[in-house]
């Protein structure tokens, strides 16, 4: 059977980024970039994306489908493989490591793990209609957006993520609606201070976002009170989760390293697991930036190491 140099397994940015690495250093890589795995199609979180507007290169901004898809092109372009199989399982007790993608299995020198994490959603009314329509998990991905400015944006989470969000929201907003479901934030004090004494920002406390309305893009959301159930309606141009993502690890089995959120751990300033030979980048190991540019540099990162591995190892 033939021994792979290296797998890549995922398909967003960091994926491809370390796929054309890899592919450039000759080591001909194989990438399973997944059937709808976690229920997204091949490209990741950014196929969710209509418009990115903060990714060099493009100052007239790009879908984000169009950017996946051009940097596939170049990942095949220098000499990756790529299949379109989800892995349900590798197996990392003995040398070469073996990956089982669907019904094949294959044995690789080196694996470079790069699925993501995939944004919680609260399953509100009309959810689906309105995602990437006036919904999105990303305020600092989405929220300058010509869609969002000078207008009443919403924000659900009470954490220091979301009071981060809305922050960064009140240089775009008019006015930034925080829904958070106790009557306190679970975010540092420091955090809460600028928060709480933010102009911009309206606390609308012990409230439940239960249903997003509009035509073509969302306008309004119905709420309701956690203690007296009582309904609302409020104007919103959007509305941005800071619930949290989930890291894609369960195929992973417990084999390698991972934090209490479930991200996997990797050594400081390398994407080295805890596992030799076995690479992290992307989302899938960063729970503070989570964006397309950070996953694609940490994506050269493991391809350059996972060579140099590979060197060491002759």
């Known amino acids: 059977m033939k021994i792979e140099n290296v797998i890549i397994i995922g398909s967003g940015p960091a994926a491809h980024t370390a796929a054309i690495y890899a ?10 970039e997944g ?59 003995s040398k070469p490591f073996k990956v089982i993608a669907e019904k094949d299995s294959v044995e690789t020198k080196t694996i470079i793990i790069a699925t993501g994490a995939t944004a919680k959603r609260l399953g509100i009314v009309n959810e689906d209609k309105f995602w990437q329509k ?12 010509p869609l969002f400015r000078n207008k009443v944006l919403g924000i659900i989470g009470g954490g220091d993520t979301a009071c981060e969000e809305a922050l960064h929201l009140t240089k775009y907003a008019s006015k930034v609606l925080m829904f958070v479901r106790r009557d306190v934030l679970r975010a540092s004090k420091t955090m809460q201070d600028r ?12 409230t439940h976002v239960a249903e997003a309305m509009g035509e073509q893009f969302l306008t309004s959301l119905k709420t309701k009170h956690a203690k007296t159930s009582k309904e609302d309606k409020m104007e919103v141009s959007g509305l941005f989760y800071a619930v949290g993502h989930e890291p894609n690890t369960d195929f992973l089995d417990g084999q390698i390293e991972i934090d209490e959120a479930g991200y996997i751990m990797t050594k400081p300033g390398t994407t080295q697991t805890n596992v030799s030979g076995v690479f992290a980048c992307g989302d899938v190991q960063d729970k503070i930036y989570r964006q397309a540019i950070t996953a694609a540099g940490s994506g050269c990162m493991a391809a350059t190491e996972a060579d140099h591995y590979l060197k060491e190892d002759v």
Do not use: Y
Request: charged share 25%; glycine share 12%; net charge negative.
């Open 23 to 32: 592919g450039r250093s000759e080591l001909k890589p194989l990438m399973f």
């Open 35 to 93: 059937m709808m795995a976690g229920n997204i199609a091949a490209g990741g979180q950014l196929t969710t994306t209509t418009e990115i507007e903060n990714f060099p290169g493009f100052p007239d901004g790009i879908g984000g489908s169009e950017l996946m898809d051009q940097m596939r092109k170049q990942a095949i372009k220098c000499g990756a493989r790529i299949e379109t199989k989800t892995v349900t399982m590798i197996d990392l007790k």
């Open 134 to 145: 006036g919904i999105s998990a990303c305020a600092v991905c989405d929220g300058a957006l």
């Open 195 to 206: 928060v709480l004494n933010n102009d911009k920002i309206k606390m609308i406390w012990e």
